[in-house]
């Protein structure tokens, strides 16, 4: 676990490393930044995983600050229309959560994590500037000491405008996946109090990121282990080359690596598991694979934990698509939940709410609701289930599918007692708030941070747990890349609402006067698709094969 937090105390000097008893390191194969067996007592836990956690609550106060104010800056200051403000942020929103793609191969293939988060923090920072420059563009470009630069202040604006939204996203993105995987790396997974902590973290790690978010909206352990895309390539090469070789009936004949640790650095060895039969046949030895000087050809032969890592990447994949539309489900919350609150009453009494501040009702539920499932929740579920973490992910997602379907019907039950409203004053072709209070987004709100609570910690528990070690920072990414590609989605579904909707004279589903659409119909139809994506999640979940380490 890194040491640099104890870098004025050696861990483990030349001279006496053969004298430390093993059972005073940790026994998951961690190792401190000195590349040496890392101490219990002196690096990781707590210890090391509450800096991570601090980082995390920086970085998101200062990202969340953004998300929340985009569509409003958008469609305000940049004076985009509805549907051009509803796609952009979630274009961006859907690269802010690719980019960890990039972050996790760097991290695990190259530099490890705690220098690819330092670097991409570097450029989060940069393109938190930029943002800053953008806004300031039209008071240095006007008065009698404007700058002669400036021949168009409305280009410059934009162009500088995006170049550091999306620098902010490459950045934020990048280091999310390390900053995770970091913090949970301090925990030992081979001791069963440090793996009860660990789950722990990823409770109190997203407690504390929407701590940040509430007031954005009111006022490592290195272990590099060589490339894993290298490595699934390699498994997939070797099992069609050996396409026609037959397998053993008795899987121990299979080729792995001696002794108790893994081929790979930084991993434990994974058992043989059943299906998936094809890629067992990377594990065949046959006399040709050994190289002239008696070195085995890695693309010809592969370990079968190399194997099972592909596995477990393609087991994990139905799991990952069917929480997409959760996430695009969870991006109504930056764009059309405000929207639609924009055009709600937001007095009462002297005091206004603004529309995008009303998110924070969101936040609130997580900051509620993650200390009650942490004390409460898990006791109980534990009486009943038996496990120290109440709940298994899979469960835990299942039910914050469930409750992203209600949010869902909420918003579609507000939206059509609004539009009746707009109907009843004579507002349709007014567009203008109807006199309908904005605290009935509330529930709405309140029902899909319940969802996050379940779902995202779900998701992020499940990545690393059944991730192989020496790819939890690119199995974190792919979880969320599962955020991204909701975005996309709902990028995707925002664009074709008005291709389809607004026909024939119609003004279609979403307009810029909401008084004249159907928002409602379009809430319905997403609650629809949730209540068909939470049946193929449950058939998926019940027929996935947890991994197993030697």
Known sequence: MDSSYQLDKPLLDEENSSQVNTLECTGDGSVCIRGHPALRKHTGNWKGSTLAIVYSFCSYLAFTSIVKNLVSYLTKVLHETNVAAARDVATWQGTSYLAPLVGAFLADSYLGKYCTILIFCMIFIIGLMMLLLSAAVPLISTGPHSWIIWTDP?????????????????????????????????????????????????????????????????????????SPLAR???????????????????????????????AIEGSRKLEHTTGLKFFDRAAIVTPSDCESDGLLNTWKICTVTQVEELKILIR????????????????????????????????????????????SIDVIAVLILVPVYERVLVPVFRKFTGRANGITPLQRMGIGLFFSMLSMVSAALVESNRLRIAQDEGLVHSKVAVPMSI??????????????????IGLTEFFYEESPDAMRSLCLAFSLANVSAGNYLSSFIVSLVPVFTAREGSPGWIPDNLNEGHLDRFYWMMAGLCFLNMLAFVFCAMRYKCKKTS
């Not at 390539?233 to 792995?256: G, M, N, T």
């Not at 929480?323 to 009494?349: C, P, R, W």
């Not at 709405?444 to 609570?453: C, D, M, R, S, T």
């Open 232 to 262: 699934i390539c390699q498994v997939v090469v070797a099992a069609i080359r050996k396409r026609d070789k037959d397998l053993p009936c008795d899987s121990s004949v299979l080729y792995e690596f001696l002794g108790q640790s893994s």
């Open 439 to 456: 605290l009935w987004q509330g529930p709405q709100y309140f029902l899909i941070g319940v969802g996050e609570v379940f779902s995202n």
């Open 316 to 359: 994990m994949f139905p799991v990952w698509a069917t929480m997409i539309l959760f996430a695009a489900v969870l991006d109504n919350m930056f764009s059309t939940f405000v929207e639609q609150g924009m055009v709600l009453e937001k007095h009462i009494g002297s005091f206004e709410i603004p529309a995008a501040s009303f998110q």
């Open 154 to 226: 409305v280009s410059s604006q934009n162009i500088i405008f995006f170049v550091g939204l999306y620098m902010v996203a490459l950045g934020y993105g990048a280091q999310c996946p390390c900053i995770s995987s970091f913090g949970a790396d301090q925990f030992d997974d081979t001791d069963e109090g440090e793996r009860t902590k660990k789950s722990s973290f990823f409770n109190w790690s997203y407690f504390v990121a929407n701590a940040g978010s509430l007031i954005s909206g009111t006022v490592i352990v290195w272990k590099p282990g060589g």
